[in-house]
């Protein structure tokens, strides 16, 4: 099992960032993915998820309008695109594989490393 977020930096409020997420076929391929965060102090919560083919996603309210989700399962990467960040959005993101090919926003498995994005106000 292989997973590995990356794209993650400092940034200042208002601006985007485009994380990715390298999991490997046998561990995505066939699997929702989705991605987690979670700020200093807080517990981890659920982001967005992409259904196998990419042809159902779902988001946290707090991100809807403004994060995207998709993969391109030829390059085994789902990415996350952030657009107007705010400094709430500061965490450690993760992505995480289901073992389902749709999922919702629990039951995920596998799990990689994170990334962190820090937005300054």
């Known amino acids: 099992v292989q997973l590995q977020a ?7 409020a208002g601006d985007s960032l485009r994380l990715s997420c390298a999991c490997s076929r046998r561990t995505c391929s066939n699997n929702a993915v989705g991605w987690f ?7 981890r919560e659920f ?4 259904s196998w083919n990419g042809g159902i996603t779902y988001y946290a ?12 399962n030829a390059k085994g990467t789902v990415y996350l695109q952030m657009n107007s960040l705010k400094f709430e959005d500061t965490a450690v993101y993760y ?3 289901h073992p389902r090919s749709v999922a919702h926003s629990d039951g995920y498995r ?12």
């Not at 965060?37 to 517990?43: I, L, M, T, W």
């Not at 707090?62 to 391109?72: Q, W, Y």
């Not at 799990?111 to 962190?116: A, D, P, S, V």
């Open 6 to 12: 990356s794209g993650g930096g400092l940034v200042q």
């Open 37 to 43: 965060r979670q700020a200093p102090g807080k517990e």
């Open 47 to 50: 982001v967005a998820t992409i």
């Open 61 to 72: 309210d707090s991100v809807k309008g403004r994060f995207t989700i998709s993969r391109d």
């Open 95 to 97: 992505c995480s594989a």
């Open 110 to 121: 596998y799990w990689g490393q994170g990334t962190l994005v820090t937005v300054s106000s």
